[in-house]
C-alpha cells in the first residue's frame, strides 16, 4: 500500500487520518494530504500576513482525474533526480543543504525549506527550478516532458511506494518566538510593555503579565493569548499602523496552539539545518587563502635600457619588478616615462583632486633636486585637499547620501555629512585603515560614550564613524513604510555595504539561498547578520528620526553656546525686523510675502540685506551635537535563517558568524562584552577585529586593489566588489599579494601605499604606445603604458571652479545647498562671495544631484558604488558647451588671466601681450606649455573672435573685446578632450 508523504508529517493524528483515508483512494488520500500540507507551517505555500487569517490556494488540493496513470517517486522521479540532480545533491555535496538521493532526504527538504508541496506544482521549489532552467546549472537542463512528468508527480499527490519514515517532531520555542517577535513584541517588548507582559523571550511568556498567565501548558483553548489573536482582540485593530503590524495568519495560529498543546516544550537542542561543509577546493580559492606572511619581489636584473628612468630621480620600486617581469615575459618594456608637466597634472589630479597652479607647476617643473617627484608626491598626501579626493572615494564605498531616499519625499538628513567630514579627517590624518574599520564597524563598542565624563573626542568620532552603516535608503520614517519587511531590507542593505567594499564578496544572493557561486551558504548568510542584530534589530527597531545621539564633550559644549547665543539673539533681533517690515506692507491679512515683494520692490530692497546677513550669521552658528550614529542596545533578538529570504518563514536559529569558507577553527569570533558591565553585546567589534587580522585573507586585498584600480585605471583584480569564484582572476596575484602583506606591514598606512604605487616606474609612464604594444597588449592589461582617463564628475567640477579662481577652500561643515533652476538644471547656490564648494561638500540628496555630476556618472548609491562607470553622452558636451554657469567661469578665467598677465607687464595689447595670454592659458587649463604651432593658431583664433565681438559690441572698449574674446577661447578649451582628460 502507498503513502503520499510530505514533511508536513508532524503529528500522529495527521499521519492516522490520511492512512485511515487511503483506503478511498489514491486522489482522495492526495487531496487531504496536500490540504496538511498547506496548513502546516513548514509548507511552501506562501501564507497570508494580512487581517483575514489563513488562505489557502485551490491549486493546493487540486488532483489529476482518477483515470490519468498515478505518479510514483521511485519510478518516475527518482531516475531524473539521480540523472540531472545527484551530482550537486548527495550526501556528501549538500549544495544548498539537499541531498536527492533518498526519498527520506527528498522529503526533509534543504536550507530553503521543502521543495515541494503536495498537490501544487506551483508552490513547489523543485517545480519552479526545473521549469525556469535555473536547475541544473550546467546546461543540462531537463526535458519538456520530465519536466512535465515531475509537475504531474506533485499535483497528484507527490507518492512514494515506500514511504519514507519521517519522525514526528513535537513543536518548540522555536516554532513560536519568531511569531510572538514578528506579531507581538511591538506591545509587548522592550521599548512599550503593556500589561506588564514580555513576549520577546519564552521565559517571558511563562511569566506573563499584570493580568497572569497568557499560556496554559496542554490547553490552547483556555489559553488568553490564543483568545486575543483568535478573536483579534491582539493586535488591536486601531493601532496595526501606529505599531506597523500585520495580524498573524491562521497558520501561524496554528503554530501557536501546537506549540501550547505538545505542553510548551523548548529544545535543547539545535536543529539540523543541512550544513554545507566547505571542502579543500572551496578554501583554496585564490582570495581565500590567508594573506602570506611575506612575498619574494622578483629580480631586476632583466629591467631593459627603456626602462630606465629619464629622470634617475626616484629608487626603483618592488612594483615595477612584477610588472616588469611580466613585460619582459612577453616581449614588451615599459613606456617613456611621461613628460614632467604630464606628470604634475596626473599626480595632483590624482592625490588632490585639483590641476596644480601655475605657480605649483612652475615650482615642480623647474626644481633641480634630483629628489624633486619624492617631494612632491609628499606635499601633496601632507594636503588637507587629499583628504577631500580620496575621502569621496570612500565615500562611494559607504553609499553616502544627503537624504533618506525612499519613493516620496526624500527627507534630508540634516547630519549626515559629519560623518562625511569624518572620513576626511582619517584620511587626511593617515589614521591606520585597520582603526578606521574598527571605529565604521563598531564605534559604540571602542570606548564608553554613556558615561559623560569620558567623552573626548576621539569618542566623538568613535560614534561619528559608525554612520557607515546608515548610509543605505532608509524609508522607515515613513507612517507606511516601517513594516518589518522594510527595516530587514534596510539591513540587507547594510551587510551589501560591508560585503562589497570591505570583504569584496557578493553576499546578497545568500538572503534567500545558498551562493550559486560562492562558498556562502543560507546559513552564513544569517549567522553574518546576527553580529549586526544588537544594532539593527528589526524587532526592536529604531527609524532614522530617533536613531541618533547628542554627543559631545564638555568643552565643545561650553564652546558652542559661547558662540551660539550671541549670534543667535541677532538672528532673532534681525528676524524681528524682518517681520515688522513686512507687516508694514501688508494692508490685507494672509497676502503672501512673494506677492508682497512683488508688488513692492521697496521692501524687497530692505528685506535683502537682512537675509543676507541672516544666512551670514547662520552661516557662523555652531552645528548641534546630534550625530547620525548606530550602536549595540545589548538585547538582540534570536536570529533565524529566513526560508527563501522571506521575512515570515523563519527556519532553524543561528549564532553570530562568519563565512565558514573563511573561518579558522584554531581563531574563532571571539565575542564578548567590550568592557566590564557593558551593555553592549561586542559582536560587530569582533567582527571588526577579526576582519583585521594581519593574515585575513579579504581586508587588506580588496583595499589596495580599489586604490591601485584609482590611480591606474583598473584593478589587479577587475572585479572590485567580487573576489569570489565568479570575480576576475588576478593579473598580476603576486604583486596584489606583496602589496597587501606591505599595506599591513606598513601599519595599515593608506598613504604609504599611495607613495608606493605613485613612486612606480609603472606609473610614471606615458601613454605612448608602441606598435608591438599595441599588438601584443592591446587593451593595456599588462600596463605597457598608462591609459588615458576622463576625469570623474567631481574632478572636472571642481577643476572647472579651481581655475577661473571660483572655488571656495572652506573645509568641512553642512553640505552647500542646491536649487532647481526654472530650466530644470540642478545647481550649487553660491555663498555671499559668489564662491562654489568642493563637489564633496555639496548636499547630495538622492532625488536632486547637481546636473553637472550626474552628467558626468556620478552614481546612483544603491547601496553603494564600488566602481563607476565612465559613459559619453551628448548632454555631457552640452551642458559644457551651453551651461550658463559654465560661461560664467570661462569669463572670471578670462578676466584672471589678464589680470595676471598686466600684473608682469604694462598693458595687454600687442601680439607679444597676446602670446603671453595664450602661454598662460594653456599653462593654467592643460599645465603644460603650448607648442609654437599652437601659440599661432590660438593667438589667429584670438583675433578673429576679437573682431567678431568687436562687431558684436561696437561700444565696447579695447579691454573689454579681449575679455570677451579671451573668455570665448576660454570655453573653447575647457570644453576640449585635452581638459576633461587625465593622460
Same mark, same amino acid.
Not at 573626542?457 to 554612520?467: I, P
Not at 567589534?685 to 580588496?702: N, Q, S
Not at 598608462?786 to 577652500?809: F, H, I, Q
Given at each position: ?598 508688488? @513692492? /520692490? %521697496? !521692501?524687497? *530692497?530692505? &528685506? ?12 557662523? $552658528? ?109 593579473? @598580476? /596575484? %603576486? !604583486?596584489? *599579494?606583496? &602589496? ?12 604609504? $601605499? ?230
Amino acid at each position: 500500500m502507498g503513502w503520499v508523504m510530505s514533511r508536513a508529517a508532524a503529528t500522529g493524528i495527521d499521519r492516522v487520518f490520511v492512512g485511515l483515508c487511503w483506503a478511498a483512494g489514491c486522489c482522495c488520500a492526495a487531496a487531504i494530504w496536500g490540504w496538511f500540507a498547506v496548513g502546516d507551517p513548514s509548507s511552501t505555500i506562501a501564507a497570508d500576513t494580512g487581517d483575514a487569517g489563513d488562505t489557502r490556494d485551490a491549486g493546493a488540493v487540486e488532483v489529476v482525474a482518477g483515470s490519468e496513470r498515478p505518479l510514483w517517486f521511485e519510478d518516475e522521479i527518482a531516475p531524473l533526480l539521480n540523472q540531472h540532480c545527484i551530482d550537486c545533491h548527495n550526501a556528501d555535496e549538500l549544495e544548498a543543504g539537499l541531498n536527492l538521493s533518498t526519498a527520506a532526504a527528498v522529503v526533509e527538504g534543504g536550507e530553503s525549506g521543502p521543495i515541494f508541496a503536495v498537490g501544487n506544482r506551483r508552490h513547489s521549489l523543485l517545480f519552479e527550478v526545473i521549469e525556469s532552467g535555473e536547475m541544473p546549472p550546467d546546461g543540462d537542463s531537463l526535458s519538456a516532458d520530465e519536466i512535465e512528468r515531475v509537475g504531474r508527480w506533485i499535483d497528484q499527490g507527490a507518492a512514494f511506494r515506500d514511504p519514507p519514515e519521517t519522525a514526528a517532531r513535537p513543536a518548540d520555542q522555536h516554532d513560536v518566538l519568531p511569531i510572538l517577535l514578528l506579531r507581538c513584541t511591538a506591545c509587548h517588548g522592550a521599548e512599550v510593555r503593556r500589561g506588564e507582559l514580555d513576549l520577546r523571550t519564552i521565559e517571558g511568556l511563562r511569566q506573563g503579565g499584570s493580568s497572569g498567565a497568557v499560556a496554559i501548558a496542554g490547553d490552547p483553548d483556555a489559553s488568553p493569548l490564543i483568545r486575543r489573536v483568535e478573536t483579534q482582540a491582539c493586535p488591536p485593530h486601531g493601532e496595526l499602523l501606529k505599531y506597523f503590524v500585520v495580524r498573524p495568519s491562521g497558520t501561524e495560529i496554528d503554530s501557536l496552539r501546537r506549540w501550547i498543546a505538545d505542553g510548551m516544550l523548548e529544545s535543547e537542542t539545535e536543529r539540523s539545518g543541512g550544513e554545507i561543509e566547505r571542502g579543500s577546493i572551496d578554501r583554496d580559492h585564490w582570495a581565500f587563502r590567508p594573506l602570506p606572511a611575506s612575498v619574494v619581489v622578483p629580480p631586476v636584473a632583466t629591467l631593459g635600457s627603456q626602462a630606465e628612468s629619464t629622470d634617475r630621480n626616484v629608487d626603483w620600486q618592488p612594483i615595477d619588478a612584477f610588472i616588469h617581469r611580466r613585460l619582459h615575459d612577453r616581449g614588451l618594456d615599459f613606456a617613456p616615462e611621461a613628460n614632467r608637466q604630464r606628470l604634475i597634472r596626473r599626480v595632483h589630479v590624482g592625490l588632490v583632486g585639483v590641476p596644480p597652479t601655475v605657480a605649483e607647476l612652475r615650482r615642480w617643473a623647474t626644481d633641480d633636486d634630483p629628489q624633486w617627484y619624492p617631494r612632491m608626491v609628499d606635499s601633496l598626501l601632507a594636503s588637507p585637499r587629499y583628504g577631500e579626493r580620496w575621502g569621496r572615494h570612500w565615500l562611494d564605498v559607504a553609499g553616502y547620501a544627503d537624504s533618506e531616499g525612499g519613493q516620496s519625499e526624500d527627507p534630508v538628513r540634516a547630519f549626515a555629512w559629519k560623518y562625511r567630514d569624518y572620513v576626511i579627517r582619517a584620511i587626511n590624518d593617515d589614521k591606520p585603515w585597520d582603526r578606521f574599520l574598527h571605529e565604521q564597524l563598531a564605534g559604540d563598542e571602542l570606548a564608553d560614550y554613556r558615561d559623560p565624563a569620558r567623552v573626548s573626542d576621539k569618542v566623538v568620532d568613535n560614534l561619528t564613524a559608525t554612520g557607515f552603516l546608515r548610509m543605505g535608503v532608509d524609508e522607515t520614517g515613513s507612517r507606511t513604510m516601517n513594516f518589518v519587511p522594510e527595516r530587514v531590507g534596510l539591513i540587507a542593505e547594510a551587510l551589501d555595504v560591508v560585503g562589497s567594499g570591505v570583504m569584496g564578496l557578493t553576499i546578497e544572493c545568500a538572503r534567500c539561498h545558498s551562493h550559486k557561486y560562492d562558498p556562502i551558504s543560507h546559513s552564513d548568510y544569517y549567522r553574518f547578520k546576527a553580529i549586526f542584530q544588537g544594532a539593527f534589530d528589526e524587532h526592536d527597531w529604531m527609524s532614522w528620526k530617533t536613531r541618533r545621539l547628542d554627543l559631545e564633550t564638555p568643552t565643545a559644549a561650553e564652546s558652542r553656546r559661547a558662540i551660539n547665543e550671541p549670534l543667535q539673539q541677532q538672528i532673532d533681533d534681525l528676524r524681528t525686523a524682518r517681520r515688522q517690515a513686512i507687516a508694514e506692507f501688508q494692508v490685507k491679512p494672509r497676502v503672501t510675502e512673494a506677492v508682497l515683494v512683488d508688488r @513692492h /520692490p %521697496e !521692501l524687497a *530692497d530692505r &528685506l535683502r540685506p537682512i537675509d543676507a546677513r541672516l544666512d551670514e550669521l547662520q552661516a557662523r $552658528l555652531v552645528p548641534p551635537p546630534t550625530i547620525r550614529a548606530l550602536w549595540d542596545r545589548g538585547r538582540p533578538s534570536p536570529t533565524y535563517v529566513m526560508i527563501r529570504g522571506e521575512h515570515d518563514r523563519p527556519g532553524r536559529p543561528v549564532e553570530p558568524g562568519v563565512p565558514a569558507v573563511l573561518s579558522d577553527p584554531e581563531s574563532p569570533l571571539e565575542i564578548e562584552p567590550p568592557w566590564p558591565d557593558a551593555e553592549s553585546t561586542g559582536r560587530r567589534l569582533a567582527f571588526a577585529r577579526w576582519l583585521t587580522r594581519p593574515d585575513h585573507p579579504l581586508t587588506a586585498r580588496v583595499l589596495v586593489n580599489r586604490v591601485w584600480a584609482l590611480h591606474m585605471g583598473r584593478g589587479i583584480v577587475e572585479t572590485l566588489d567580487n573576489f569570489g569564484l565568479q570575480g576576475a582572476r588576478p593579473s @598580476h /596575484p %603576486e !604583486l596584489l *599579494d606583496w &602589496l597587501a602583506r606591505d599595506f599591513v606591514d606598513n601599519g595599515w598606512s593608506l598613504k604609504s $601605499l599611495h607613495r608606493r604605487i605613485v613612486l612606480s616606474r609603472t606609473y610614471r609612464q606615458s601613454g605612448e604606445a608602441s606598435t608591438k604594444s599595441l599588438e601584443i597588449d592591446p587593451d593595456n592589461r599588462d600596463w605597457s603604458r598608462m591609459t588615458p582617463r576622463r576625469l570623474d564628475g567631481e574632478t572636472l567640477r571642481d577643476s572647472l571652479l579651481a581655475v577661473s579662481g571660483r572655488l571656495d577652500w572652506r573645509l568641512g561643515g553642512p553640505p552647500s545647498p542646491v536649487t532647481v533652476r526654472e530650466d530644470g538644471l540642478i545647481m550649487e547656490r553660491p555663498a555671499a562671495d559668489g564662491r562654489y564648494r568642493r563637489s564633496v561638500y555639496v548636499q547630495l540628496r538622492r532625488t536632486e544631484l547637481p546636473s553637472l555630476l550626474a552628467l558626468f556618472d556620478y552614481p546612483e548609491m544603491r547601496p553603494n558604488c564600488i566602481q563607476r562607470s565612465t559613459s559619453t553622452v551628448s548632454l555631457q558636451s552640452l551642458i559644457l558647451k551651453n551651461n550658463a554657469s559654465v560661461h560664467s567661469w570661462s569669463g572670471d578665467l578670462a578676466a584672471r588671466l589678464i589680470v595676471e598677465v598686466a600684473e608682469s607687464a604694462p598693458a595687454v595689447e600687442t601680439a607679444g601681450d597676446h602670446e603671453a595670454l595664450v602661454r598662460l592659458t594653456f599653462q593654467t587649463l592643460f599645465c603644460r606649455s603650448p607648442t609654437a604651432e599652437e601659440v599661432g593658431e590660438a593667438i589667429d583664433t584670438l583675433e578673429t573672435l576679437a573682431s567678431l565681438w568687436r562687431a558684436e559690441q561696437p561700444e565696447a572698449d579695447d579691454a573689454e573685446v579681449l575679455r570677451l574674446a579671451l573668455t570665448t577661447l576660454c570655453h573653447t578649451f575647457v570644453n576640449s578632450a585635452e581638459f576633461s582628460y587625465i593622460d
